[in-house]
């Protein structure tokens, strides 16, 4: 009765054909005063139905031209002809002279319903195992990827996404893999429906990112791994993003203080990384680059040392409060002063499907800078961050000892599953039997002196 109407063979969408009338009965409540009491006191005769308010304006039978009185629309199965429906607490109320009960047309439209509701409704039933619930929202983009069973309806699909979400401005779908053409990262895809412009704003982590999202690349869906592994670093630390993309590890990590030098291939991703870096006031603290990832990884590392970057973040002036008083002098936290580090204690990789063939770019990174580092200093050998695509498993252990094979491979020296500071994340699925990870292990020295 409350379902929306169904047409299976609809292909461009008709939002008038969802209009739809059910007869119900409405308790007209006669003091408005009581709407609340009455209401609980029928319980279980009121109408209870998602999105369909209860609460009604009736036309008043005996002051014709006036304001509607207030009313409460009952179950169907209370029907305003027929008192042997009526409950006797309906019945008490009516002779109180608290309501009457009054016939109401209901009046439902496309506006009443789910975005998965009309989508029931006009897909036939053979496809709708799997409905496209699922997308990503970036800024005010919705990018779906539609299986191909669900590209006959993608007009559909797109209209109605766009009709339900009011925060969506852009629908498209993609149509290839991502980096299966390019080395950006970025994917082929098909305007659906709304804007076609995909420059777009988002807010993560604290931090705001503007981009053309056609350009670069960007996974919404990685939101709590970018602030699990910034959590990782620490204020005064030096970290080195190889791939960096926008920067959702480097600008958050830069606003916490930690010095960053961030990379990426890609000219736009670098140009929007610059942007962030302005936008987010952090240049004190990051530095972008448009290099080659393998060179980046033993440049950067030799221009380090080099680099004096120091900061002096300025005393923050105590406003003055009740009790100090006028005349008062205000309390302020003292200078903060802060040197960039020699060398850095992180080096983080997001390029799962490659990042891998770059770490034998370690090799040899600090030879001749034995002195700089344990156990003739405090200084530790910085740690990798990797990302990789794997298999998956119910514990993935066997993705551990296969990750960490490649790394050994990679690197010329054993990483053993069981190392003390070796750990492997299971960041998330990216299909049924694919799954993304990150490895983090120590540098070993073996490695970085050869």
Not at 230 to 241: H, S, T
Not at 243 to 249: K, W
Not at 278 to 295: H, I
Not at 365 to 382: A, M, N, R, V
């Amino acid at each position: 009765m409350f379902r929306p109407p169904v047409n299976h063979a609809m292909r461009m969408l008709d939002r008038a054909f969802f209009r739809k009338t059910v007869p119900l009965a409405a308790a007209q409540v006669l003091e408005d005063a009581q709407i609340s009491r009455c209401r609980m006191d029928l319980g279980q005769d009121i109408l209870h139905i998602d999105r369909i308010s209860c609460v009604r304006s009736v036309p008043d039978d005996q002051s014709a031209g006036q304001r509607g009185r207030k009313a409460l629309l009952l179950s169907p199965k209370i029907r305003p002809e027929d008192p042997s429906t009526w409950s006797s607490k309906l019945l008490e109320l009516i002779e109180a002279k608290k309501v009457n009960i009054t016939p109401y047309e209901l009046k439902l439209s496309y506006d009443t319903w789910t975005y998965h509701d009309i989508l029931s409704a006009i897909i036939p039933p053979d496809d709708q195992n799997e409905l496209p619930t699922g997308f990503s929202i970036v800024g005010h983009v919705a990018h779906l990827n539609l299986r191909e069973q669900y590209l006959q309806y993608k007009n559909l699909i797109a209209a109605v996404l766009l009709d339900k979400n009011p925060a969506i401005r852009t629908v498209i779908n993609k149509i290839d893999d991502v980096g299966a053409e390019n080395e950006y990262r970025t994917f082929k895809y098909e305007l659906l429906a709304g804007d076609p412009s995909l420059q777009v704003e988002i807010k993560e982590l604290d931090c705001t990112f503007r981009f053309d999202y056609s350009k670069v690349y960007w996974n919404s869906r990685l939101n709590t791994e970018h602030e699990r592994l910034v959590d990782l670093f620490r204020p005064g630390e030096a970290v080195c993003d190889v791939m960096a993309g926008v920067g959702p590890f480097a600008v958050p990590a830069a606003k916490r203080r930690i010095f960053v030098w961030a990379n990426d291939l890609n000219p736009d991703s670098y140009a929007s990384l610059v942007d962030a870096t302005s936008v987010n006031k952090v240049s004190q603290f990051l530095q972008p680059f448009n290099e080659d990832g393998r060179s980046f990884i033993r440049t950067s590392a030799q221009k380090l040392l080099a680099d004096d970057r120091q900061v002096d973040i300025p005393p923050k002036v105590k406003h003055r409060s009740k009790e100090t008083g006028p005349g008062q002098p205000t309390q302020s936290r003292p200078q903060i002063h802060m040197t960039q580090p020699k060398t850095f204690h992180h080096y983080v990789m997001n390029l799962p499907a490659t990042a891998m063939t770059f770490l034998d770019a370690f090799i040899g990174i600090y030879k001749g800078h034995e002195d700089l580092f344990s156990p003739q200093t405090s200084t530790q050998l910085p740690m990798i961050h990797v990302y990789c695509f794997s298999t998956k498993s119910d514990d993935n252990e066997a993705e551990k000892v296969k990750i960490c094979t490649e790394i050994s491979s990679r690197i010329g020296f054993a990483i053993q599953p069981d190392d003390e500071e070796l750990e492997v994340w299971d960041v998330r699925d990216v299909a049924p039997q694919k799954r993304m990870f990150c490895a983090s292990f120590r540098l070993p020295p073996e490695v970085a002196f050869r």
